[in-house]
């Protein structure tokens, strides 16, 4: 069974760091993408980053290219989101899942990649940026 967990988060100050990690516990990284998604209260679910460990690529939503860099390490299987330069608006409810992407202008729309069953999303780790 895919099990995704992501830990790491914690309270930090407008423009600190925090790195992020998700164990992907049976994920097929073989044949499909894994990335990060947020959910702030009385909003939906974000993606925000999606990397392809087989195609060697990764992917940025808008709201955090240039601070965000993501990782993976599929024989471990581990992935990892580095965030820099925090924002206030970053504060969320932090996710991994399975992922696809869509072009837009010089960035991507992140999906949750509905094809597999990775489970519930768990409780995800939570990440506060204060002003």
């Known amino acids: 069974d895919v099990q995704l967990q992501a830990s790491g988060g914690g309270s930090v100050q407008t423009g600190g760091s925090l790195r992020l990690s998700c164990a992907a516990y049976?994920?097929?990284?073989?044949?499909?993408?894994v990335g990060w998604f947020r959910q702030a209260p009385g909003q939906e679910r974000e993606g925000i980053s999606c990397?392809?460990?087989?195609?060697?690529?990764?992917y940025y939503a808008e709201s955090v290219k240039g601070r965000f860099t993501i990782s993976s390490d599929s024989a471990k299987k581990m992935v990892y989101l580095q965030m820099n330069n925090l924002q206030p608006e970053d504060t969320a409810v932090y996710y991994c899942?399975?992922?696809?992407?869509?072009?837009?202008?010089?960035?991507?729309?992140?999906?949750?990649?509905?094809?597999?069953?990775?489970?519930?999303w768990g409780q995800g780790t939570l990440v506060t940026v204060s002003s």
């Open positions: 899942g399975a992922c696809f992407v869509q072009a837009s202008g010089d960035s991507y729309v992140v999906y949750v990649d509905n094809r597999i069953d990775f489970g519930d």
């Open positions: 049976g994920f097929p990284f073989d044949s499909y993408a």
């Open positions: 990397i392809s460990s087989s195609e060697g690529t990764s």
